[in-house]
């Protein structure tokens, strides 16, 4: 089955910027729709964004559109997020997940079959 590994977290300031990396430990995932997801201290776990498997068909929460960047390079197994414009409730653990059945259209977390251990991202004001 596919591992995924998240990097790339870590502190900034609000208003800075981050680069996540999905990598995963397969070719096959170059067929999956991906997704990133976060979660909040006594939160739950919520839909950022997805990507299918050829990079054209994507879509972003409300909350995110327009300060982040879902790309990916096959060739590498990665995935990226390019998070701009941060602010301090985009703090949470960001995880990585996929998918070989779901379309980028389901942002539900049940719709993904694999998961990596996610990577703490934390906003200062």
């Known amino acids: 089955q596919v591992q995924l590994v998240e990097s790339g977290g870590g502190l900034v300031q609000a208003g800075g910027s981050l680069r996540l990396s999905c990598l995963a430990s397969e070719r096959t995932f170059s067929r999956y729709t991906v997704g990133w997801f976060r979660q909040a201290p006594g939160k739950e776990r919520e839909f950022v964004v997805t990507?299918?498997?050829?990079?054209?068909?994507?879509r972003y929460a409300d909350s995110v559109k327009g300060r982040f960047t879902i790309s990916r390079d096959n060739a590498k197994n990665t995935v990226y997020l390019q998070m701009n414009s941060l602010k301090p409730e985009d703090t949470a653990v960001y995880y990585c997940?996929?998918?070989?059945?779901?379309?980028?259209?389901?942002?539900?977390?049940?719709?993904?079959?694999?998961w990596g251990q996610g990577t703490q991202v934390t906003v200062s004001s």
């Open positions: 990507i299918n498997w050829s990079g054209l068909g994507t």
């Open positions: 997940a996929a998918s070989s059945t779901a379309t980028f259209w389901d942002t539900r977390t049940n719709e993904y079959d694999y």
